[in-house]
């Protein structure tokens, strides 16, 4: 399938579930387009799923492609204040070897039930790039289903999918936009007030001397169109509009 143009993220994996769906799926493999899968990846993952109708997404063991043995997600913790991934550069020596509850679903590769889905309903589009895995992992976990990480599942992820591995304006945009939507949807009130005081106290000045320090003039501006986008939307252009706005020149 391909779509004649950009839905984003998580509407461009809408449109490949709903045709899933027609033909009757009960599973939904969602892929990167950077990632190279082991053959028994789908077998693995599919026999942890049929162990209970509560198990609505399953996270494989996902490695870093140009090393091969090093892992970059075994699962990993999910809230709106630290959450915390799993594994994240070490050596694969049998630690992460266990089937177990996971708190997180990782982009570049995760398996959602078709029934889950159905209920809690889709990706979620007003994210657009980013962080639409974690959204939908806390959906289903406060859904009551349960998400759970298959070791034997395997992938490598190259890391070079919608901007290159590179930290653009693109980025930089999205990164502090969906920071802020996802407190607002997510957080409780108490998350809500210390997760967004350490925004502004850390996060995003933080996000600001960076492009500072690396003469990226057009990142303080997407940094800053980020917020401005959650105050009102109004005020900035469609999400299309942004990324053609912010990928000239990169």
């Given at each position: 399938m391909e779509n004649q143009r950009n839905f984003g993220f998580g509407g461009g994996l809408n449109v490949g579930i709903k045709e899933a769906i027609k033909r009757n799926a009960e599973y939904v493999l969602c892929l990167n387009n950077d990632v190279v899968v082991d053959n028994r990846i789908l077998t693995e993952l599919v026999i942890v799923g049929g162990l209970s109708p509560k198990i609505g997404g399953l996270c494989p063991m996902e490695y870093f492609y140009d090393q091969p043995d090093r892992i970059q997600c075994a699962g990993g913790v999910n809230n709106c204040i630290n959450g915390k991934v799993f594994g994240?550069?070490?050596?694969?020596?049998?630690?992460?070897?266990?089937?177990?509850?996971?708190?997180?679903?990782?982009?570049?590769?995760?398996?959602?039930?078709?029934?889950?889905?159905?209920?809690?309903?889709?990706?979620?589009?007003?994210?657009?790039?980013?962080?639409e895995d974690s959204d939908i992992a806390l959906r289903a976990i406060r859904g009551g289903y349960r998400l759970m990480f298959v070791p034997k599942a395997k992938l490598w992820h190259k890391r070079r999918g919608a901007t290159g591995g590179k930290v653009t304006p693109l980025n930089v945009y999205f990164q502090v936009r969906n920071r802020i939507l996802f407190l607002k949807k997510h957080a409780r009130k108490l998350e809500f007030i210390v997760s967004i005081l350490r925004f502004a106290i850390l996060e995003f000045p933080i996000t600001i001397l960076n492009c500072f320090f690396h003469n990226n003039k057009r990142g303080i501006d997407a940094a800053i169109k980020g917020v401005i986008w959650n105050l009102n939307r109004d005020l900035i252009p469609s999400d299309i509009q942004m990324v053609k706005l912010l990928t000239v020149g990169d």
């Open positions: 994240c550069g070490e050596l694969d020596n049998g630690q992460y070897d266990i089937i177990r509850e996971t708190g997180l679903l990782s982009g570049p590769a995760m398996m959602l039930k078709v029934n889950t889905l159905l209920d809690i309903g889709f990706f979620d589009e007003n994210f657009f790039y980013g962080p």
